[in-house]
């Protein structure tokens, strides 16, 4: 085996990747919940992008009252195909192309790019609340300990294995019971009947529940725990990622107060859009 794996290496001493073209495609938006104290006349702004009727990008601004959610639409991103590169360093001239394509997210923060996102408050004397909640597809491969499919792609943020995505939006639920991806098969995450992980799920949670969630976690609370995605098991609990120091996940905002006067900007801190992980351009 020794022999095998030097050889491998001698005979393939880089991997690199060449730039194909970029292309644009519908991709979907995050859950964004807002609370506050209420008022007759609406006093939080939202302005962000979504896809009009023509398939464009086209600017959203709109007045709201607390409590609000947005989101789970589509909006145009761009992205990088590019593809991989094998060769030997003795003949740098006959590497070829394996075949296997990526597609690398092109990051738009100004108006009218799929990440542009302004929560204004307006008022003088009230403080609102934001959370960030994954909206992603469910998606699974192979069979675990149970017979059941094995989770490649989950909405991120759960709390009690359940996705917050899901107590917000039941009747999106996944509807078979799944395996985590730990190899001695101990995490279940249970979606039959009315069960989202482990709790039962008769109705939709408000924003006002799901905030609370996130302020709990924020503050380290003992009893509420909001984890981050089941590709982050060494990383535990939401903060702990946060805080971990990890790349893919430093610096990340999934909740926050925004004070009277101020804005929440999107940016680079901002996870808006659904992508596998919410921590890297991989599409």
Known sequence: ILGLVTYLTSCQDWVDEKYVATLSKKYKYNIVGISGPQSVTPYIELRY?????????????????????????EVNILCDSVIEIIGHSNNRSKSKATGKYRLILRHQYEETGA??????????????EFFIAGAQEMKTNGSGCNGWGVIDVMPTIYYKHAPVYYLLFPERKYTQNLQGNSFDCSETFYFE???????????????????ALYRAEYNNSLDVMLYIDIHFDDLGRLNKAIDSGNPHVKYKRFYGVIMPG???????DTPLLATPSLFDDDL
């Not at 990008?57 to 007045?63: A, F, K, P, Y």
């Not at 990440?115 to 609102?128: F, M």
């Not at 009947?193 to 949670?205: I, K, P, S, T, Y």
């Not at 101020?262 to 680079?268: D, I, M, Q």
């Open 49 to 73: 992008c979504k896809v009009d009727e023509q398939g464009e990008n086209v600017m959203v601004s709109e007045m709201v009252s607390s409590p609000f959610l947005m989101g789970g639409h």
């Open 262 to 268: 101020e804005k929440l900007k999107g940016g680079a």
């Open 193 to 211: 009947g009315n069960r989202c992980g482990d709790l039962e799920l008769d109705q939709a949670w408000s924003v006002e529940e799901v905030m």
């Open 115 to 128: 990440e542009y996102l302004r929560i204004i408050n307006h008022s003088t004397d009230k403080s609102i």
